[in-house]
Nanobody, 113 residues
Framework: QVQLRESGGDLVQTGGSLRLSCAFS????????MGWYRQAPGKQRELVAA???????NYVDSVKGRFTVSRDNAKNMVYLQMNSLKPEDSSIYYC???????WGQGTQVTVSS
């Protein structure tokens, strides 16, 4: 059974950086396609960044050039490096295994203006 646990959320100022981590437990991480989503109050959850099993990535337009998703298959970890943060990036960020449709519990990111 796959389980995901996010960490790294915090309160930062506009222009700051954070790195979110997602620890994957369970079998066969290496074949899992992974995604980072976010959901702000009153808004729908949206896909922010994704990385597939061979390391191909894609991003929502609003974060391109600022966010970078990566994975470490040796450590069963997925990361989201977030730079040049804006107040509109404030959300709960969730890690998801697209392959098994499993969600983490989320981590709060707040960007102050």
């Amino acid at each position: 059974q796959v389980q995901l646990r996010e960490s790294g959320g915090d309160l930062v100022q506009t222009g700051g950086s954070l790195r979110l981590s997602c620890a994957f437990s369970g079998a066969f991480f290496i074949i899992n396609n992974m995604g980072w989503y976010r959901q702000a109050p009153g808004k729908q959850r949206e896909l922010v960044a994704a990385i597939n099993s061979v390391g191909l990535t894609n991003y929502v337009d609003s974060v391109k050039g600022r966010f970078t998703v990566s994975r470490d298959n040796a450590k069963n970890m997925v990361y989201l490096q977030m730079n040049s943060l804006k107040p509109e990036d404030s959300s709960i960020y969730y890690c998801k295994s697209e392959t098994t449709n499993t969600w983490g519990q989320g981590t709060q990111v707040t960007v102050s203006s």
